[in-house]
């Protein structure tokens, strides 16, 4: 991250930061890819904007369709038991939307999907993400046993859309698509190949707010459902996340991430918060949170 910032900074001192479209022209010239690395300051320069115009980012990149939105959590790889128990334990709080991380031995990942599935009820939704880790014998062999399941949705099973697309047309399973939806052009071509009915959509894999919203946009106009997250993240990436969840219609969203609740330290008094599985986007004008200074500590760099 910090090698690929020493890039971008100097690029954008001087520069608008209201300007986005600037912005990322300037991000693109100086760096190639390193997505990652122009996320965070995209999404700063969308709450500076939105604090200089008085209205949150929600307003400015779509407008606020919904008050609130369903989050999901992601259940630990392991057995049968252990992840049917952490997903009960999550759903009395609230969440009905749940991740289950496979990738391992194909026949025992398939028990337990099927398992936390007989577990739940019809309020629940189930996705078995295999983060691209299996390989495409054992992705068709987990997919041929979990077939037929309600409410269960297969993501990513393996790492290309190649290799996707063969495992789908053994399963009748719905799929999403996460580690190759990184633009607008492999979104489009995963479409055309008829490879998914949503995809999990992250701000770092695609450089920020700004074009997190023209993958956003042009997924609701194809009839493709979507998750929205990061990686990883807090306070700032939580709020990020939930404005972009908020000015989505509510059809097209599959649901939304709190990374502020998977961790410890909060920059941003740990908001936005969630409530009874359900996260709601900040009315404060910019991304609508406070970072607090001491918390996140003196900079590590600067630039004249």
Not at 153 to 160: I, K, V
Not at 182 to 201: K, Q, R, S
Not at 225 to 236: A, F, K, N, Q
Not at 254 to 279: C, E, I, K
Request: aromatic share 4%; charged share 20%.
């Amino acid at each position: 991250m910090h090698p690929a910032i020493h890039e971008l900074a100097p690029a954008l001192i001087g520069a608008d930061p209201t300007n986005l479209a600037d912005i990322n022209r300037r991000m693109a010239e100086a760096l190639m890819g390193h997505n990652y690395a122009k996320s965070p300051l995209d999404v700063a320069c969308w709450d500076i904007f939105g604090k200089a115009v008085g209205r949150p980012v929600v307003d400015l990149i779509g407008g606020r369709l919904a008050d609130d939105m369903p989050l999901y959590k992601a259940v630990p790889l392991g057995n049968a038991e252990s992840m049917v128990a952490f997903t009960l334990e999550q759903r009395s709080h609230g969440i009905h939307h749940f991740q289950l991380k496979v990738g391992n031995d194909p026949r025992a990942d398939a028990r337990a999907s099927l398992a936390v599935v007989e577990a739940t009820n019809d309020d629940d939704l189930i996705l078995a993400d295999a983060n691209g880790g299996w390989r495409r014998q054992d992705a068709v062999v987990a997919a041929r046993i979990m077939n037929g399941a309600e409410r269960l949705y297969l993501e990513q099973p393996c790492p290309t859309l190649a290799e996707c697309l063969l495992v789908r047309r053994n399963t009748t399973l719905p799929f999403v698509l996460d580690e190759v939806i990184t633009d607008v052009a492999a979104l489009v071509a995963a479409a055309e190949a008829g490879g998914m009915e949503a995809i999990n959509l992250k701000l770092n894999r695609v450089g920020g707010l700004t074009k997190a919203k023209l993958v956003r946009d042009v997924a609701v106009e194809l009839g493709i459902r979507l998750t929205i997250e990061d990686s990883w993240g807090g306070d700032l990436t939580s709020a990020a996340v939930s404005h972009l969840g908020a000015s989505t219609p509510p059809h097209a969203l599959f649901a939304v991430s709190f990374m502020n609740d998977w961790t410890d330290n909060h920059l941003a008094g740990y908001q936005p918060r969630s409530v009874d599985g359900r996260g709601r986007a900040p009315v404060t004008p910019g991304l609508g949170v406070t970072v607090d200074p001491e918390v996140l500590g003196a900079p590590v760099a600067s630039w004249p």
